[in-house]
């Protein structure tokens, strides 16, 4: 009867290219793999760009489409006022070339997502980050533009604009013959480049236009107003300017001067003067006259500090084009000791609390200006005014709303500048009592990285207290980072990891969030996936009707990213061994890496290894490509018997044989007296010791007692051990069916082995 089971599992069970019973793993207990969905590939998840001091744009990059089946149709979407890309369609495979015109944005970071999509597929995202670390030069899309050119002077400036044609084909034209308009279409959007050229042409405004003309259905356009001013009287006037004063503290003021003024003709002018504070006057307010003229100037340094002042004077004539403007300085030097009362101050409040404040003055042996700086504690401490005249009221703040406990110390830096004797100092203490808690969310982050050197995006922590704090921020080990260093909460830090010159793997690390005034820390943990997706762990079934194993069971792992999208069966190759990695899965029982027969995506098929016996717990984990799941805590019986079943569901039709080599069915039942032959797995422990995996070439017994029970009526065992030929693990027993069984097309059968019973809901067919 051995004989006949070693042949019904290689002629019913077996796979053929393996050599061994797979088909009792594959049909009956696996789930048919689904058809694949059409699958979309962009070559990055992510695109930098930099706009750094003085650059208006950084340069375009790219990003490349492909999809498995190719040349499949897809979309782009996405939006920001400073993105653009070069197709919104194409067919994969394709390459999309990007841009960003940071025109306008302030410094920061800024982000969006281009979504790539197909019909049936799954989308896929490009982040593009834009990092802005200076405000970029000004380059608004105007509909006016004004050139002006003075006689004698160079050509004025070309001026710029943007044109986003949405990849639709356009034509540039202007209507002056001083007017010129090229295009630059290798930027997205195109930028039109204006110029002019004035020459020959009369003094005066010229006006002009620039179009652009769509290819659209109806044509479209779009109009730039163009003028240039040719400005030929700055070149006429004559002056003796610049103008030069000086004034040292204690001095009379200094003597006015006579600025001589001319033009080619005689003409009535105008005189303004401009300075700061209003210290540059013109004498007997005499501002207009004819042309030659000399023009009185004065200068006040009443109230002014030591220092170089600059003015100026703008002389005109009305309808005369042109203007002439003539520099001014004032230069002060020396001023009187400065003398600040009380030389300290001291603060006491409770983090959090409101702003507090008191009285100082400032003294000099005569009236003098003074300036005040915040040498140290700006972030907490001020001074107003700041600036003003010796003697002078003060008013000290401290803001205790940003600081955790304790002593701050900070500084006042009274000057007089040029004054002989230096400055003077205030010094400040402010004591801050109370308790600070922090709060940081999320509690853990997690990265996966596809591929080594392909980061993922960084992701945000915030930070937030009982009243605000300021807080250190600090990552370990190296392939972690996070910024800022430091902020007051509520705060927001970016965690960013680096893959580069890591191999596959699960790697840990912490951030850690630190309030060094009021002592309290929290650490964050985070965890880095490299080489793709976590495996994820989602139940098990020993492919009966639950999740009971013992030492030689069949272990079936349901999950996600388990291992490859498609099906793959072991396959001895003349071996007598059962593999331990499919295709780069693997399951670890108790550290054990378990023989296997098949994997996927979503199920790996395994056998408990017989060396967990007596450990009376399993330790599951799964691997793919080297990233490992979480580990899953299962118990070990002695025994777990199950029964194959035809359809592979654990429940029905056993999977049997009659003693005649027919396949047990209605119609074709097994006659009482008869041999009827079982299978399953899970019945533990043998006499003889088997190794994990190997595939059994004699017979042998359970340790255990193993009973039949058909049809509530306890059959005669004449066979119940390991079945010949098959994988160790997988068991048959050989039973007589008793004369008392009442036959039928559904009779229950179930096998004990020790205190172990197969699972309910399993027939045979009795005749």
Known sequence: MVRSTQKFITNHFCCPASGFALIAFLAGFGTTPALAQPTLTVSTPELNFLQDAGTQSPPSQTFSITSAPANALVSLSGTASWLYYSQSSATAPSIVTVNVIPTGLSVGV????????????????????????????????????????????????SQQFYVNANSQAFSVNVNQPWLFASVNTATNPAIVTVSVNPYGLQAGTHSGLVTITFATNPVSYQLVNVTLTVDEGAQLWTTSGPVKFNYKYGDAAPASQFLSISYASVIVFIAEVNSTGGWLKIANNTNTGFTPANIELAADPTGLVAGTYSGSVVINSPGV??????????????????????????????????????????????????????????????????????????????????????????????????????GQLLGVTLTVTGTVSLTASPQSLSFTAAAPGTPPAAQAITVTSNFPATVAAASSPGWLSVTPLSGSTPASFSVSVVTAGLAAGVYNGTVTISSPGAGQTVQIPVSLTVGGARPTIREFTNGGSGADFAPGSLMIVLGTNLGPSNLTVASLNGSTQLPTSLSGAQVFINNIAAPLLLASSTQVYAMVPFEAAGQGRLDVAAAYQGVRSDTRTLSLLDNAPILFTADGSGRGRASAINQNGAINIPGAGAPRGSVIQLYGAGGGLYERDLLTGSIIAATGRFRSTASVFIGGVQAEVVYAGPAPGQVAGLYQVNAIVPQDTLPGANVPVTVRVGAGFSQPGVTIAVE
Not at 396 to 407: E, F, M, Q, R, Y
């Open 110 to 157: 800024y982000t969006a997502s281009i979504t790539v999509s197909s019909a049936g597929a799954v989308n896929r995202s490009v982040l593009i980050r834009l990092t802005v670390t200076s405000v970029p030069p000004s380059n608004a899309n105007p509909t006016q533009l004004a050139f002006t050119y003075v006689t004698g002077s160079g050509l004025p400036d």
């Open 321 to 422: 084009l042109g203007s002439v403007t003539v520099p001014v300085t004032l230069i002060v030097t020396g001023a009187p000791a400065l003398s600040v009362s009380p030389s300290t101050l001291t603060f006491e409040a409770t983090a959090g609390g409101a702003e507090q404040s008191k009285a100082a003055n400032i003294s000099s042996a005569a009236p003098t200006g003074y300036t005040a700086t915040v040498a140290l504690g700006a972030e907490w401490l001020g001074i107003s005014p700041a600036s003003g005249n010796a003697p002078q009221a003060l008013t000290v703040k401290v803001s205790p709303a940003n600081l955790g406990p304790g002593t701050y110390r900070g500084s006042i830096i009274f000057a007089a500048p040029g004054a002989g004797s230096g």
